[in-house]
């Protein structure tokens, strides 16, 4: 039987089309994948039908043979309400902050009209998604949990009313790679396990192979291809399926070529960092304990790790970002000097780029003035003029239009804002980049742009690179050495092929699998 | 939360000592003194009061004197009311600003929450517009002038309410008052309102109420009012200090005999313990008021506990 047909769906907002003529069909307990690139519309595609979005809807969405298009707000709402869950991207917000789990989970599953569930019951739903200590848990507020823990929580809401059709909206994107997996397969398990319909949204064609019977490519508001997972995956016919294809970085794609490596440029020894624990409780936590970490002149090292591992906080401190409670940094053989005394050619050498491209550039600032601005500080031997021509040549290289030059941030796409982001890093002239998840915030097809970008980068400057990354297929396209970390520890470190083909630690082995 | 409790206590007392002493020095350094009457004293009675009330001291040592009574809660004689202590001057006051304000925060509080939320259900319509428009010219106009306009219609034109005095707490005495010291708080709090809410709507938390099929009603009360309301409480702390100090004006205005007019009162006399015990209570109430704002995050955001 089928559950869900979309027939010429139109989706505008005010003129402009969002998408254009998309029709696709849902069995019931069957699952669909919407694959696409940001602004391709594949999110207002299951969004708005259901009156979730301010767009005008046009052709026809019908639900267990129930139109939607040009239904009321009530009947829509009584829709949402008893017969479609939902799960989106972002875990950490999507929580009402003043209402504890049990709570909102007895709210979700009442709105169906269920009678009130016991403890019990709702002990039993938050375990069944894979959440430990779940009476414990109905009794925190939101913000006590992990971003994980949220995802799971709102997807034990989304299903406790029992719904026919469960709509998720990049459910595992703001999640870390090991997590993708695990939350992947429970939406996959508890659909299966309940006969429910799985309308996913997602932009990462190889996340869903797993998880989807069907897939409809979506590309600039239309969908270009649509079929079963396998032979869409296996055997695409458009192009664009199959640059999105090619895009996703694998494990088992040929070894890229790196560039040849030379002396000893970064020696961090015993490095540890601890933090005030947040809350009531007393005591510090040591974010990372005692860790040796090496880079070479030209050498690429991805520090690899699940979120909370300390990743970022070894990185921040070696580049002294962030805060350091002992150890010692050597740059060249000298030791680095602590953070505030810093001198301009040590922070010339050493030029980070983080993971939003957008939040990283004053939205005030143009384009030219955001690359100049760290060559004037860090480069008092250029003079005006000299700076300009820098800022040009940075941003030729990082292939931008010069036209650019004159834009505020806000009118760049993530992608270009990215490539700005590294100009600027590329300006002082650094020895080595500092890249924290700078490619997890894009989209697939552009993340692979920007590495692509960084690894010619890297050839032609020998640039040694110190990347933090959640996925070692990223790690992989770029990197010489991984070092895996877990709970502020190293626990493998070794030559990235070598890693990926022979884990020795399960935290790597499980890493492995996420990006298999 | 009891840290919190204790923590504050323990600011509070430097800062009221500070308090105590600056206004007893002001009033020392203002012109005049308490027994300069239109019929100068002759200048030995003037000597023998003065010893009597220990004004004749140095300066520190009468400030030292007055605080160590002041541990003792007593606030000292009035100077001009000669046969009341400050104690009973403010006994008698203090209930009827006390419940002045209280009553003036609790209309306000009602009146603003339910405009701020009126027009945030329905942003940008005329409705949001009007209403907006309204809480800017409450907000605009003092209680001094809200208050006479008050009692010109409906006390004088429309002789519905009495316009001045207490008449022993009988409440159509409170009606006007308490509505002129209500209304800028009104304005400001539906203000408050209207912006918490339009921001917490558009946050994620809403978005999936709402994918939840819930009513818009109980997405605004159950999903969005209570962090819209921290913006709202940061503002009550200094509001219900307003509202006191409002009062001061409003007692005068409606001629209550309340805790302002013999601030006011006590003032032009240079009666220095009434003015000074006025000013200390005034400023207890505040850390008072402060600390419940601060209490009142804790609840309304259970991020923001400690």
């Known amino acids: 039987m089928t559950l869900l047909v979309a027939d010429s769906l139109d989706i505008r907002i005010g003129d402009q089309r969002i998408v254009e003529g998309a029709s696709f069909a849902i069995e019931a307990g069957r699952s669909l994948a919407l694959v696409g690139a940001s602004g391709s519309g594949k999110s207002q595609t299951c969004l708005a039908p259901f009156g979730l979005s301010p767009a005008i809807v046009q052709g026809s969405f019908r639900l267990d043979g129930e139109e939607l298009v040009g239904a009321r707000e009530a009947r829509l709402r009584h829709v949402r309400g008893c017969d479609v869950g939902f799960v989106f991207q972002q875990p950490l917000t999507a929580l009402t902050p003043h209402l504890t789990i049990g709570a909102q989970l007895r709210e979700a599953w009442t709105q169906a009209g269920a009678p009130r569930p016991s403890r019990a019951e709702m002990a039993a739903a938050l375990e069944r998604v894979g959440l430990h200590d779940p009476r414990e848990r109905l009794d925190q507020y939101p913000h006590r949990l992990s971003g994980g823990q949220r995802q799971r929580a709102l997807i034990a809401m989304a299903i406790a009313h029992r719904p026919k059709l469960l709509v998720a909206d990049e459910p595992t994107t703001a999640l870390d790679a090991m997590l993708r997996a695990e939350i992947m397969a429970l939406l996959g398990r508890l659909c299966d396990e309940e006969g429910m319909a799985l309308l996913l949204v997602s932009h990462d064609l190889a996340a869903v192979a797993d998880n989807a019977d069907a897939v409809a490519v979506m590309h600039a508001g239309r969908i270009v291809e649509t079929g079963p997972t396998r032979a869409v995956l296996g055997d695409p016919k458009s192009d664009y399926a199959r640059a999105l294809i090619a895009a996703s970085p694998r494990l088992d794609a040929p070894p890229p070529a790196l560039g040849p490596i030379g002396a000893p440029l970064v020696e961090a020894r015993q490095v540890s960092v601890s933090f005030a624990r947040p809350g009531w409780r007393r005591g510090r936590l040591l974010a990372v304990d005692a860790v040796d970490i090496d880079v070479a002149e030209g050498e690429a090292v991805a520090i690899v790790g699940g979120s909370g591992s300390g990743k970022s906080t070894l990185a921040r401190a070696i580049a002294r970002l962030g805060p350091i409670d002992a150890g010692e940094v050597r740059w060249r053989g000298e030791p680095l000097p602590p953070r505030k005394a810093m001198r301009p050619r040590d922070r010339a050498g050493l030029q980070p780029v983080f993971q939003d491209p957008v939040a990283s550039l004053d939205p005030l600032w143009k384009v030219r003035d955001i690359v100049a601005e760290p060559l004037r500080r860090l480069r008092p031997d250029l003079d005006r003029m000299a700076v300009a021509a820098r800022v040009e040549a940075v941003l030729a290289e990082v292939g931008l239009d010069p036209t650019l030059a004159d834009r505020r941030p806000a009118a760049l796409s993530g992608g270009q804002a990215q490539r700005v982001a590294i100009a600027r890093a590329l300006g002082p002239g650094p020895a080595m980049l500092l890249l924290d998840e700078a490619t997890s915030a894009l989209d697939v097809l552009v993340a692979g742009t920007i590495l692509d970008l960084l690894a010619e980068l890297q050839k032609q400057h020998g640039l040694a690179i110190l990347m933090i990354t959640h996925d070692l297929a990223v790690a992989r396209r770029l990197c010489h050495r991984i070092v895996v970390m877990d709970a502020g520890r190293i626990v493998e470190e070794g030559p990235a092929e070598r890693l990926i083909a022979a884990p020795a630690h399960p935290i790597t082995a499980k890493l492995v699998a996420a990006s298999r | ?306």
């Open chain 2, 1 to 306: 939360m009891i840290d919190l409790i204790r923590r504050r206590l323990l600011t509070a007392l430097p800062t009221l000592a500070a308090v105590v002493v600056l206004s007893f020095v002001l009033m020392r350094v203002a012109p005049g003194g308490p027994f300069d009457g239109e019929r100068p004293l002759d200048p030995q009675t003037r000597a023998a009061l003065m010893a009597a009330y220990g004004l004749d001291r140095p300066l520190p040592e009468q400030v030292g004197r007055y605080v160590w009574r002041l541990l003792h809660g007593d606030f000292g004689p009035s100077l001009v009311y000669r046969d009341f202590s400050v104690t009973d001057l403010i006994a008698r006051g203090l209930p009827i600003s006390l419940t002045l304000g209280g009553l003036a925060l609790l209309l306000a509080l009602l009146l603003g929450l339910v405009t701020g939320m009126a027009a945030a259900a329905r942003p940008g319509t005329r409705t949001d517009r009007g209403l907006m428009l309204g809480a800017t010219l409450l907000t605009a106009l003092p209680s001094f002038v809200v208050g006479p306009l008050l009692a010109l219609a409906f006390g004088l034109w429309a002789g519905w309410l009495p316009v001045s005095g207490w008449g022993d707490g009988y409440p159509p005495h409170m009606i006007l008052p308490v509505i002129a010291l209500a209304l800028p708080a009104t304005g400001a709090i539906a203000k408050l309102a209207r912006a918490g809410l339009a921001e917490v709507l558009a946050q994620d938390h809403v978005r999936m109420a709402r994918a939840r099929g819930l009513s818009r009603s109980r997405i605004l009360i159950v999903h969005a009012l209570r962090p819209a309301l921290v913006p709202v409480a940061s503002y009550l702390g200094p509001a219900a200090a307003g509202l006191l100090t409002g009062a001061v004006v409003i007692e005068t205005v409606f001629a209550l005999p309340g805790l302002g007019r013999y601030f006011v009162q006590g003032a032009l006399n240079r009666d220095y313990p009434l003015v000074l015990g006025v000013v200390t209570l005034y400023a207890a109430l505040i850390i008072l008021f402060n600390l419940l704002a601060d209490l009142a995050y804790g609840w309304l955001d259970p991020r923001a506990r400690r």
